[in-house]
């Protein structure tokens, strides 16, 4: 008997498709089988292995130990469970790809195709940024499934359409050259994935790093907000760990454990920065606004030093001589004796 079986590639996007399956926002199917590692990251030389993945995710998550207990723990839960959902997959049974054109689902995407190469009659695509929406001014598309709220999700499956050979053959040759390459970072730019150097997001990093101290969430959600690419956090904040190590950042609180650490951009960060000249163009910028803003805060501040001396003077003035007045709130003899007079 034919039934429908929906893969996504995050778990996010997998909560919200059993939910949607649920709840019968989605009637095509019952079943949801979910890949749980983002492969566009992390070494895949050769082929998927899970050895592999669990060192890579214990080399950028080393210093936060509960953090890297809790994902090695369910990395090996999940690649178990989908390995096993996947080869109880029937021939007669019809899966639809879910994904959206963001590395991380991509890469997972081909990585199916593989697994799924003698079912390739059976595989439908929805891919989620196929599909624009237009409203209050404003033309987008989804970049992830896992952007895509539970009641939006039946929207897309009219947009499903058949895998052709071509296209099957075309992603799976992209993805054999994927594996052939030692890059540990990968990126959707220009239709297609390409493996690029681990250090490729490092001029954004220092471009909103300012020269005081601030939160490394703050960094990173800026770098993730406002990239072209779409990448994970435990990413960015493995990459403000090296730039530190490197000299170019410079922290305080507690290394590696992005909720307890702040970091600032170092002479030798602006340097580097400087072989860029959007980017360095961009971050004066922004300390220019920095500063006007620290003025102010600071001239705020002054002014509100400055009235409570002169409160304190006049309280004083029944009491005390004008130069010892001026001597405890800091004012000069000729402000108390202005203020007298």
Not at 67 to 93: G, P
Not at 114 to 126: A, R
Request: charged content about 35%.
């Amino acid at each position: 008997m034919e039934s429908i079986i929906h893969i996504c590639f995050s778990q996010s996007a997998g909560g919200s498709l059993r939910r949607a399956v649920k709840k019968k926002k989605i009637f095509e199917g019952k079943k949801v089988i979910v890949f749980p590692d983002d492969i566009s990251i992390g070494i895949i030389q050769n082929s998927i292995n899970l050895s592999e993945r669990l060192k890579w995710v214990d080399s950028i998550n080393k210093e936060d130990e509960r953090i890297r207990l809790e994902e090695i723990d369910y990395l090996k839960r999940a690649y178990k469970q989908f390995y096993k959902e996947i080869s109880n997959i029937k021939d007669t049974d019809v899966i639809y790809l879910w994904y959206g054109e963001c590395c991380s689902d991509i890469c997972g995407m081909m990585y199916a195709l593989e697994l799924l190469k003698n079912k390739i009659e059976n595989i439908y695509f929805i891919n989620v940024s196929e599909k624009i929406y237009e409203g209050n001014s404003i033309i987008y598309t989804y970049r992830a499934v896992a952007e895509i709220i539970t009641e939006k999700l039946k929207e897309f499956i009219k947009i499903r359409r058949k895998i052709e050979y071509k296209e099957y053959h075309d992603l799976i040759n992209q993805w054999e050259s994927l594996k052939d390459n030692n890059s540990i970072l990968r990126i959707f730019k220009d239709g297609k994935v390409e493996a690029v150097s681990e250090d490729y997001f490092d001029i954004n990093i220092l471009k909103y790093t300012e020269n005081e101290f601030r939160k490394c969430a703050r960094i990173v959600g800026s770098v993730m907000g406002y990239s072209e690419e779409k990448i994970s956090d435990d990413y960015i904040f493995w990459r403000i760990g090296e730039l530190t190590k490197s000299g170019m950042l410079e922290y305080k609180g507690k290394f590696g454990i992005m909720r307890e650490m702040e970091v600032k951009i170092t002479q030798k960060g602006i340097e580097y920065m400087s072989t860029d000249s959007e980017a360095i163009s961009f971050w004066r910028s922004k300390e220019t606004e920095k500063q006007f803003e620290r003025d102010k805060i600071n001239e705020a501040k002054n002014q509100g030093r400055m009235e409570e001396r002169i409160n304190i003077a006049k309280k004083l003035m029944d009491i005390l001589d004008v130069e010892v007045i001026a001597e405890k709130t800091g004012l000069t003899v000729m402000q108390v004796k202005n203020l007298i007079n």
